[in-house]
């Protein structure tokens, strides 16, 4: 089985920060990885697709990169309504899926 | 635009079934497979099962193998999933998630609301 390690579990930023969540597999999965948020009370919504292809309507303050082992998802600058929990989920494996334990974002 | 609304959720005792259903609408329900994916309060994401866009191909999470079975009418755009022998450990928000189209191969990327199911005496 694919695990997807996600880090770091938490994270405490402020407005205009640019931060970074790194996803590692256990095992090569190409760019074969996804990147959704989600905020409480709310379904998850992908950002990104192929590891580092934006989803139609998601503002370009996103990015994914990556390949193989290691994923990274980046907010340039972020902004209030980014304050959620995202999670990385791969589908090498397909269709048995495996996501990350989540990363939630946290007003400093 | 893509909608899954989920339904059947509610208190079941342990021991006890449920049927969730989810009603697709804004896509061409037969062409894509579907899946349920859950989230235990407070806790992360977890993949249930899935069905291809035919009903063929089923998979199944070891977590839940052999107790839930997942099924679905394309005629009635409309996927389920038969909960029986839940466990307290099953309480979790449930998500009907779109897969990709009839032959491809990738992530999901629709989700429903979600329906709450929670396993208590």
């Known amino acids: 089985d694919i695990q997807m390690t996600q880090s770091p579990s938490s994270l405490s930023a402020s407005v205009g920060d640019r931060v970074t969540i790194t996803c590692r597999a256990s095992?090569?999965?190409?760019?074969?990885l996804g990147w959704y948020q989600q905020k409480p009370g709310k379904a998850p919504k992908r950002l990104i697709y192929?590891?580092?292809s934006l989803q139609s309507g998601v503002p370009s303050r996103f990015s994914g990169s990556g390949s193989g082992t290691e994923f990274t998802l980046t907010i340039s600058s972020l902004q209030p309504e980014d304050f959620a929990t995202y999670y990385c989920?791969?589908?090498?494996?397909?269709?048995?899926?495996?996501f990350g334990q989540g990363t939630k974002l946290e007003i400093k | 635009e893509v909608q899954l609304v989920e339904s059947g959720g509610g208190l079941v005792q342990p021991g006890g079934s449920l049927r969730l259903s989810c009603a697709a609408s804004?896509?061409?329900?037969?062409?894509?497979?579907m899946n349920w994916v859950r989230q235990a309060p407070g806790k992360g994401l977890e993949w249930v099962s899935y069905?291809?866009?035919?009903?063929?191909?089923?998979y199944y999470a070891d977590s839940v193998k052999g107790r839930f079975t997942i099924s679905r009418d394309n005629a009635k755009n409309s996927l389920y999933l038969q909960m029986n022998s839940l466990r307290a450990e099953d309480t979790a928000v449930f998500y009907c998630?779109?897969?990709?189209?009839?032959?491809?191969?990738?992530?999901?990327?629709?989700w429903g609301q979600g329906t709450l199911v929670t396993v208590s005496s």
């Open positions: 989920l791969q589908h090498n494996s397909f269709p048995m899926y495996t």
């Open positions: 804004g896509f061409t329900f037969s062409s894509y497979s």
């Open positions: 069905i291809s866009s035919s009903s063929r191909t089923v």
């Open positions: 192929a590891a580092s």
């Open positions: 998630a779109r897969g990709p189209l009839r032959g491809d191969y990738g992530g999901i990327d629709y």
């Open positions: 095992q090569g999965i190409r760019n074969d």
